[in-house]
């Protein structure tokens, strides 16, 4: 990806679309995306792996549910990385991500990411530059290896505008059933907001491949931001050479006699 300049990118839905169509369509998509993946379960060769990145504010919740709620719990498995516990601190930095990485035919969400271990010590000055540097290195293998195996990878930074992200942020400590999303943490980020942004521009430009591509979501309107989610979704099952698995043993369809004597049995 050529240099990504994130003050320039709209935050926003278009002007001229309408939200009751976007609404319609997401249905309808999340439908198809149920749908397919029915034969992807069933398919087996293949597992989804969808990375959430995105400044403290930014609904990635809500992308959760309006996008996967109706999914097969069985076939989904969301999982949350923060701050590194110590015996996280005792591995490699990809150790934590690679045990929650998808098995085949399934979809796995990552709630921030490996990511978070180049963004976070590039602001706050705690690793060095050769290190970081080592980290995009690292990570684009990664990502190639698992790429290789089978897992389809799908990016999204949800972009958001400092001036909703303050409003956000202001209803959690005003608005009572929004109280205990408040984290100080969430206001000292917010005062590295210019800094943040130039690590994401950097990663963007370093970690987006064919393999593993990058999509920048307008964020500010969560209803279009979810339709954006949805839809690359959706086309990404759709690009899958799915079939359906054949009979585990075919000569049973020889005749009418031998199907009804192997279900009586």
Not at 26 to 42: D, G, M, P, S
């Amino acid at each position: 990806m050529e240099k990504v300049h994130l003050d320039k990118l709209t935050t926003k839905a278009p002007e001229d679309i309408s939200r009751e169509n976007i609404e319609k369509r997401l249905e309808e998509i999340r439908a198809e995306i149920i749908e397919i993946q029915k034969k992807f379960h069933a398919d087996g060769r293949k597992g989804i792996l969808v990375i959430l990145q995105w400044m403290d504010a930014s609904w990635k919740d809500s992308t959760i549910r309006k996008v996967f709620s109706w999914i097969n719990p069985l076939w989904v498995h969301a999982v949350s990385f923060g701050k590194p516990t110590s015996d996280e601190f005792k591995h490699d930095f990809l150790w934590r991500i690679h045990k929650e990485i998808p098995k085949k035919w399934m979809i796995t969400i990552f709630n921030r990411s490996h990511y978070e271990d180049i963004l976070v010590p590039s602001v706050e000055g705690y690793i060095d530059k050769k290190t970081i540097e080592n980290r995009y290195e690292h990570i684009n293998a990664f990502e190639k290896m698992l790429a290789d195996e089978g897992v389809i990878i799908l990016k999204f930074f949800l972009h958001m505008s400092k001036e909703v992200q303050k409003k956000r942020l202001e209803e959690r400590i005003t608005i009572e059933r929004k109280f205990w999303k408040f984290d100080p943490s969430d206001t000292a980020a917010r005062k590295k907001w210019d800094d943040y942004m130039e690590v994401y521009e950097e990663i963007f430009e370093k970690t987006d491949t064919k393999w593993a591509p990058w999509h920048i979501i307008p964020t500010d309107d969560k209803w279009y931001k979810a339709y954006l989610v949805a839809d690359a979704i959706l086309e990404s099952l759709k690009s899958l050479d799915l079939v359906w698995p054949k009979l585990w043993n075919e000569s049973i369809l020889l005749d009418d006699y031998k199907l009804v004597e192997i279900i009586d049995k």
